[in-house]
RNA sequence: GCCUGGGUGGCGGAACUGGUAGACGCAAGGGACUUAAAAUCCCUCGGAGCAUAGCUCUGUACGAGUUCAAUUCUCGUCCCAGGUACCA
C-alpha cells in the first residue's frame, strides 16, 4: 500500500472500471423498488463550475446512498443545449451556435466523466438534437389542437439601432447592452400557453407537496398570487353633449358619436378589486395605459395629446416587474369621468402606469384613504380623499392630516346604509347588493399570466405552424415532424435571428389549401420548454416513435429526489408542473407532479470584477490584493463587484479543474459538502480544501495501520456487553453512533457536512487509542470494524478512494459499489453515564456525571449537593428549580 | 418596489422540539521529530478583565419583548443573496 492516497492513479482506474461494467446502468426491474435520482441539467456554456460540481456531487451521493441501499437507482444525465449564450457566443467568436454548443458539451462531459459522478451516459440526451425537439413540436400540435395554446399581441424589448430584439438581460439601464441606444417596447403576435387554466390546481397542490421545501411552494403560491374580490361596473359619464340638441357643429358631439360607433362597446369599466368595503371612498378611476378606453375616451377632449404623449412614454419603457415598480407612479387625466355605483360621486377617469393591463381587468378604483399607492398618486394629483374605514382602537382619521394610507380592519363610515358595519362584513353585503343591481359580482383574479413561448431567436426549436394568407394559421402535419432548424445559418452581427431571412427555410406550402406563398413561423420556443419535460424524456430517451414509452415512465415516474439550484424555485418548477397537467389532460401519464422530493441548493457565489477597459473578468485575469484589483491584460484597476450567483456571463466562475489537477475528484466532492449544508449558499473560497486532504489520508494510513496488525482478526460486530475492555467498547459504541449520525443526516436533510464532522470524530477517536501490534485481539477486532465502516460511510462521497482501500483491504465480494450500507446496533448506541449541566439563574456554574438511569431527584439532589452550586445558593431562597431530564438543571434564587 | 431566504470567532460552519454557544475543519501562534524541508504528531486559539492550577463579566447583525432559560419564539430596524415572467 502506498504511504498516501494517490487520486491521479487510483481515479482514472476506477472510473474506467465502473464504465467498463456498466455499473450504473439503469433498467426496467419490476421486482425492486425505483429510485428516480436527477439533478437539473445544465446549460452547456463552456465548463463547468463550482454550482455544478457542488450540486452534481450532492446528488451523486444519494444516488450511491440509495443505490447500496437496494434500490433500483435512475441517474441521468444530459444538456438543457438551447438558449441565448450560444448565439452570442457564435457572433463574438464566429462560430455556429451548433459547433460551439456540441464543443461545450463534449468538454463539460469529460470534466463530469472525471469527477467520478455515477450517470447512466447511456441515457444522455441533447435538447437541441431533432429527436428530442420533434417531440415538442408533436406536443405542441396537440396543444394546439386542444386549444392549449394561442397567439395574442405582446410586447418586447427592441433596439431600434441594431433592428433587433433584445432579452431583459440585454437591457442595461434601458439601454441595449451591445449598442447602447435606449430600448424601446414593439408589439409582436405571440404565441401563449394557457398555463392560467391550471392556476387554481397548481395553487391547490402547492399545499401537497411535502416533499418540497416550504419556501419554495410558499413563492409558488405567492406567484400564482390567487386573491378573492369584486369585478365593480363603473358608469361612465356621457356629457351632456350625447343628449339630443341640434348644433351639428357641437364638435365634441361628432367626436363622442365617433367613439359610440367605432370603440366602446359598452359604457361601463370594470375593475377587479379585493376591497370592495372601500367602494364608497373610491374618488378616482385609473386604467393602465393600454386599456382600450384610454384613447377612446381621451379623444376629442383637450386631454387627448397630453395622454396620447403618455401613453406612448409608457409604452417606450421596459415591462418587466422589477423594472415598472421602479419607475415613479405617475398618470395623466383622460378628460372623462365615471359614476361610483355606491353613492353617484363623479370620479376623474386617470390613465397611470401603475396600473397593469395583465392583472385584473386593467383598471383600479382608486380609494386613496386606505391604499398607500392610491394615496401617494392623490397627494401628487390633489385628488379627494374620503375615509371609509376607521379602524377601532384609534384616533378618527381625517383626510386633511393623514400622511399614509390606512389599510387597516375597523368599521364603515361615509357608507351609507353600511355605515357602522365591519369591514370584512361589508365586502360581503356590499358585493351582494351590487350583483342584485348586476353592476358587479365576486370574482378571483390571478397573478400568475399566460405563459409566452415565442422567442425570435435562432438556437432554438422552431413553433411547427405556417402562416397562409389563405388559411391563416395552419398546423404543420405530424408526417412533417420535426421541423429541423437550418444548420447552414449565419448569425447576424446585431445579434438577430436569421431565420427570417432564410427564404429556404420561410417559405412553405400552405399544408391545408397548397398555397406555394405561404410562410412558416420563424420564431422558435422558450428554452424553459425544452427543460418541462426533458425528465419524462430520460425514462426512454432512444423511444424513436413517441415522446416516451409509457411503461417506462410508468415505472420511473415521478422523480424520487430532484436537486438543483434554488434561482429555479419558481419559472422552471412551475413550468414543469405545469408541463405536466398538460400531459395528464392529453392523456399521456396518469400523474400529475412530476417531483416527490425536492432539495433547492443554494447558490455558489462570487464577486464579480469588471475591467473599463475588456468588460468582465474571469477571476484568474486580475490580480487582487489588499481589496484592490488590477487587470491583468492593461493594468488598469478593476472594480470588484457585489458577490453574486457564478455565471459565465458575469464570468465569476471558478473552474473546478485547478482543484481536481491538485486534489482529485474525491477530495473535491468531499470539500464540496464539507463547506457547508447544500441548502445554504456559499460564498466560494477553497482555503479549507487541504484539511479534506489531510483527513482522507489520515483514513488512508488508519486503513494501513489497521489491515497490517489485524491481518487474522475478523472485525467484531457483536453486542457491545460482550466487550470487556474500555477502549474497545467506547470506540465500538462511537462507531455505532457515528454510523447512526450519517445515516440521519443523509437521510434526514442531506446535511453531509455533519455527516462528514462525525466520521472525522471516529478517525479522531481511533487515532486517540493505543493501538498498535501489541493491542489486544478486542481492540483490534473493534478497530477493523471502525475502519470497514469509515470506508463503508465515505464511500458514497469519496467513491474511488473507497474502492482502492475496500480492494486493498482483501474485500472479495464485489466492489464497494454494490455493498449495502452500514446499519448500526441499537444496545451498541448507548452510554452508561451522562453529563448534566447546572444553572443557577440560567447561568452555567457547574457540570457532573452521573448513571444514565438516575431519576430526576437523584438528579436534583446531586446538583443541589455540588460543592460550586452549594457556593452559589448559600444563604438564599431557592425560589424553583427545574430539572430538564438527563441533561439539565437549573436553579432559581 | 414586491415575493422568498439568510446574518454565529480571523474564515467555512455546529448546536435535536427553547436547555452547556463555537462540534468538525481551515488559518494563525507555540512546541516535538528532522542536518534541513516536506509530511506527521502535541498544545493554544470569541472578546475583555482579574487577586491567573483558576475565576468573573461579556458575546450569535442591531433594538425591544416573552420565558426559570432565547442563536432558536414575537415585533421593529439594518445589511446580504435568490427570484421578479426573454439569463438559464
Same mark, same amino acid.
Given at each position: 500500500m502506498d504511504d498516501r492516497y494517490n487520486p491521479e492513479k487510483v481515479e482514472s482506474r476506477w472510473q474506467e472500471y465502473w464504465e467498463k461494467n456498466r455499473i450504473f446502468r439503469a433498467s426496467e426491474d419490476e421486482s425492486k423498488k425505483k429510485y428516480y435520482l436527477l439533478e437539473m441539467f445544465p446549460y452547456p456554456s463552456g465548463k463547468i463550475h463550482m454550482g455544478h460540481v457542488r450540486n452534481y456531487t450532492i446528488g451523486d451521493v444519494v444516488a450511491r446512498y440509495k443505490r447500496m441501499n437496494g434500490y433500483n437507482v435512475l441517474h441521468p444525465m444530459g444538456w438543457?443545449?438551447?438558449?441565448?449564450p450560444a448565439e452570442n457566443a457564435a457572433i463574438d467568436n464566429k462560430t455556429h451556435p451548433a459547433t460551439w454548443t456540441y464543443q461545450n458539451i463534449s468538454t463539460m462531459k469529460g470534466q463530469l466523466k472525471r469527477m467520478g459522478?455515477?450517470?447512466?451516459?447511456?441515457r444522455e440526451v441533447a435538447t437541441c438534437k431533432p429527436d428530442y425537439y420533434r417531440w415538442e413540436q408533436w406536443l405542441f400540435l396537440k396543444m394546439l389542437e386542444k386549444d392549449m395554446v394561442y397567439r395574442k399581441e405582446s410586447y418586447v424589448n427592441w433596439c431600434e439601432h441594431c433592428q433587433t430584439v433584445l432579452a431583459n438581460e440585454q437591457v442595461e439601464d434601458d439601454s441595449c447592452?451591445?449598442?447602447?441606444e435606449m430600448v424601446q417596447q414593439k408589439k409582436l403576435f405571440q404565441w401563449f400557453f394557457r398555463i392560467t387554466d391550471y392556476a387554481e390546481d397548481l395553487l391547490i397542490h402547492c399545499d401537497k407537496?411535502?416533499?418540497?421545501?416550504e419556501k419554495v411552494t410558499l413563492m409558488q403560491k405567492n406567484w400564482i398570487g390567487k386573491s378573492t374580490g369584486s369585478e365593480i361596473s363603473f358608469k361612465i359619464e356621457t356629457d351632456?353633449?350625447?343628449?339630443?340638441?341640434?348644433?351639428?357643429?357641437c364638435k365634441s358631439k361628432e367626436s363622442n358619436k365617433d367613439i359610440n360607433k367605432t370603440?366602446?362597446?359598452? /359604457?361601463y369599466i370594470k375593475v377587479f378589486t379585493t376591497?370592495? /368595503?372601500t367602494l364608497f371612498g373610491a374618488t378616482f378611476m385609473c386604467l393602465a395605459p393600454?386599456?382600450?378606453l384610454v384613447e377612446s375616451l381621451s379623444k376629442?377632449?383637450?386631454?387627448e395629446s397630453a395622454v396620447a404623449a403618455f401613453v406612448d412614454k409608457i409604452s417606450k419603457q421596459e415591462r418587466s416587474s422589477s423594472s415598472i415598480e421602479k419607475y415613479e407612479k405617475e398618470g395623466v387625466f383622460v378628460g372623462a369621468w365615471c359614476i361610483?355605483?355606491?353613492?353617484?360621486r363623479r370620479m376623474p377617469i386617470y390613465t397611470a402606469n401603475?396600473?397593469?393591463?395583465?392583472?385584473?381587468?386593467?383598471a383600479v378604483m382608486s380609494v386613496p384613504a386606505h391604499d398607500q399607492r392610491d394615496f401617494d398618486f392623490a397627494k401628487k394629483y390633489n385628488l379627494d380623499i374620503v375615509v371609509v374605514i376607521q379602524p377601532k382602537d384609534r384616533e378618527t382619521l381625517d383626510p386633511s392630516t393623514m400622511i399614509e394610507a390606512c389599510p387597516d380592519p375597523g368599521v364603515l363610515v361615509n357608507?351609507?346604509?353600511?355605515?357602522?358595519? /365591519?369591514n370584512f362584513e361589508a365586502m360581503d353585503k356590499i358585493t351582494s347588493w351590487l350583483e342584485k343591481e348586476g353592476l358587479g359580482k365576486k370574482t378571483i383574479s390571478f397573478r400568475l399570466r399566460d405563459w409566452?413561448?415565442?422567442?425570435?431567436?435562432?438556437w432554438g426549436t422552431p413553433i411547427p405552424v405556417i402562416h397562409c394568407e389563405s388559411c391563416g394559421v395552419v398546423p404543420v402535419p405530424?408526417?412533417?415532424?420535426?421541423?429541423t432548424l437550418p444548420e447552414d445559418a449565419h448569425l447576424l452581427d446585431n445579434g438577430g435571428s436569421p431565420l427570417p431571412t432564410l427564404d429556404f427555410f420561410k417559405q412553405?406550402?400552405?399544408?391545408?389549401?397548397?398555397?406555394?406563398d405561404a410562410k412558416r413561423d420563424t420564431d422558435t420556443m422558450d428554452t424553459f420548454v425544452e427543460s418541462s419535460w426533458y425528465f419524462v424524456r430520460y425514462?426512454?430517451?432512444?423511444?424513436?416513435?413517441?415522446?416516451?414509452?409509457k411503461d417506462a415512465v410508468k415505472y420511473w415516474?415521478?422523480?424520487d429526489q430532484y436537486i438543483g439550484g434554488?434561482?429555479?424555485?419558481i419559472l422552471h418548477l412551475l413550468y414543469s408542473r405545469y408541463f405536466m397537467r398538460v400531459l395528464n389532460t392529453l392523456g399521456?401519464?396518469?400523474?400529475?407532479?412530476?417531483?416527490?422530493n425536492l432539495l433547492t441548493q443554494g447558490m455558489v457565489l462570487k464577486e464579480t470584477l469588471k475591467c473599463p477597459e475588456h468588460g468582465y473578468l474571469f477571476p484568474e485575469e486580475a490580480k487582487i490584493s489588499d481589496g484592490k484589483a488590477s487587470c491583468t491584460k492593461c493594468g488598469k484597476d478593476v472594480e470588484i463587484g457585489r458577490v453574486i450567483k457564478m455565471s459565465k456571463s458575469k464570468k465569476n466562475v471558478i473552474d473546478p479543474n485547478d482543484l481536481l489537477n491538485k486534489y482529485g475528484a474525491d477530495i473535491t466532492r468531499l470539500f464540496c459538502l464539507f463547506?457547508?449544508?447544500?441548502e445554504k449558499g456559499l460564498e466560494w473560497? /477553497?482555503?479549507?480544501?487541504e484539511g479534506c486532504y489531510r483527513f482522507i489520508n489520515r483514513v488512508w494510513r488508519l486503513a494501513a495501520l489497521c489491515m497490517d496488525i489485524a491481518k487474522d482478526v475478523k472485525a467484531y460486530n457483536g453486542?457491545?456487553?460482550?466487550?470487556?475492555?474500555s477502549d474497545a467498547k467506547k470506540l465500538y459504541t462511537k462507531a455505532h453512533q457515528t454510523i447512526k449520525k450519517v445515516t440521519d443526516d443523509i437521510e434526514g436533510s442531506f446535511h453531509f457536512n455533519t455527516a462528514i464532522s462525525a466520521v472525522m470524530e471516529l478517525v479522531n477517536a481511533m487515532y486517540s487509542i493505543e493501538l498498535?501490534?501489541?493491542?489486544?485481539e478486542e481492540v483490534k477486532s473493534v478497530a477493523l470494524f471502525c475502519i470497514e465502516h469509515i470506508i463503508l460511510l465515505l464511500s458514497p462521497i469519496v467513491p474511488h478512494f473507497a474502492e482502492e482501500v475496500w480492494e486493498l483491504m482483501g474485500k472479495?465480494?464485489?466492489t464497494i459499489t454494490e455493498q449495502s450500507w452500514s446499519s448500526y446496533r441499537e444496545d451498541a448506541l448507548v452510554t452508561d453515564e451522562i453529563l448534566v449541566v447546572v444553572q443557577i439563574n440560567g447561568k452555567l456554574r457547574s457540570k457532573f456525571a452521573i448513571d444514565a438511569n438516575s431519576s430526576d431527584e437523584l438528579i436534583q439532589k446531586t446538583a443541589l449537593a455540588d460543592e460550586v452550586v452549594q457556593k452559589y445558593i448559600e444563604?438564599?431562597?431557592?425560589k424553583k428549580v427545574i430539572v430538564v431530564k438527563k441533561k439539565l438543571v437549573n436553579i432559581v434564587v
Open positions: 438543457d443545449a438551447f438558449g441565448m459522478f455515477s450517470y447512466d451516459w447511456e447592452w451591445r449598442c447602447g407537496l411535502p416533499g418540497w421545501p351632456a353633449c350625447n343628449a339630443p340638441c341640434n348644433d351639428t357643429s370603440q366602446i362597446k359598452e /359604457d376591497r370592495p /368595503d393600454e386599456h382600450p376629442g377632449t383637450e386631454q361610483n355605483p355606491a353613492n353617484g401603475f396600473a397593469l393591463m395583465e392583472y385584473g381587468t386593467g357608507s351609507g346604509k353600511y355605515n357602522g358595519m /365591519d409566452g413561448i415565442s422567442r425570435q431567436r435562432y405530424e408526417s412533417d415532424l420535426p421541423i412553405a406550402a400552405c399544408p391545408k389549401c397548397g398555397r406555394t425514462c426512454s430517451p432512444h423511444c424513436s416513435n413517441a415522446m416516451f414509452d415516474m415521478p422523480v434554488v434561482e429555479h424555485a399521456l401519464i396518469d400523474f400529475k407532479e412530476p417531483f416527490t463547506a457547508s449544508p447544500p473560497n /477553497d482555503d479549507g480544501v453486542p457491545l456487553a460482550e466487550l470487556s475492555y498498535n501490534a501489541a493491542s489486544s472479495k465480494s464485489g444563604g438564599k431562597d431557592i
